[in-house]
């Protein structure tokens, strides 16, 4: 029985320490997963900032696109407008009646002989009863041109263009950012 008794301590003892180094790995174990556990925390917390800043990114991204693309429309319909206010303007000019187009004639030349004295005048084509009784002016010529005056000097040195569209475009070049502010503010 000594014997038995022996074997039972032992075996008991072993018991014991098996139980003990399992206490001892099950604490390991869940420390472990506690360890674990806290780096995937860390880790899915890191990947969702990323993801996040990503996004933010490509958010700021495709506003920023759409805005650039926005006042790209508005400017080239802006360009558009305008273009078709500086058609319309010259077209309204063109169009005058022959009493007005004769006032105005009359007007740039005076205009133009106090930089040409005695200028040859070249005018469109059928105009040139706009400018009866004509005196001061070597010659009146009647060409193929828009509406409007041309004035040279005899020797041609010196020209002036006197043209609607001239005359507008020098305006328009002046003045494009005060029409812009009237027609779109």
């Known amino acids: 029985m000594a014997l038995d008794k022996v074997a039972n301590d032992i075996l008991e003892g072993a018991r014991q320490e ?9 604490k390991e174990r ?16 890191a990947e969702d900032k990323e993801l996040q800043e ?20 508005i ?9 078709r206010t500086f058609a319309e303007t010259l077209s ?19 205009d133009g002989k106090k930089i040409i004295h005695h200028p040859k ?3 469109p ?19 193929d041109m828009e509406p409007g005056l041309i004035l040279e000097s005899e020797d041609g040195a010196v020209r002036l263009d006197y043209r609607f569209k001239s005359i507008l475009e020098g305006i328009w070049d002046r003045e494009l950012k005060n029409v812009s502010n009237i027609l779109f503010e």
């Open 18 to 26: 098996a139980a003990k180094r399992i206490q001892e790995a099950e």
């Open 30 to 45: 869940a420390k472990i997963l506690q360890e674990t556990d806290q780096r995937i925390d860390r880790l899915q917390k």
């Open 54 to 73: 990503t996004l933010n990114r490509m958010r700021r991204q495709e506003l920023s696109s759409a805005e650039l693309e926005s006042k790209k429309v």
């Open 75 to 83: 400017l080239n319909a802006r360009k558009e407008i305008l273009n």
């Open 92 to 110: 309204e000019l063109s169009a005058l009646d022959p009493k007005q187009k004769s006032a105005l004639y009359k007007k740039m030349l005076a």
């Open 121 to 123: 005048v070249f005018i």
């Open 125 to 143: 084509k059928g105009e040139a009863d706009l400018l009866a009784g004509l005196r001061g002016c070597a010659s009146l010529t009647e060409t």
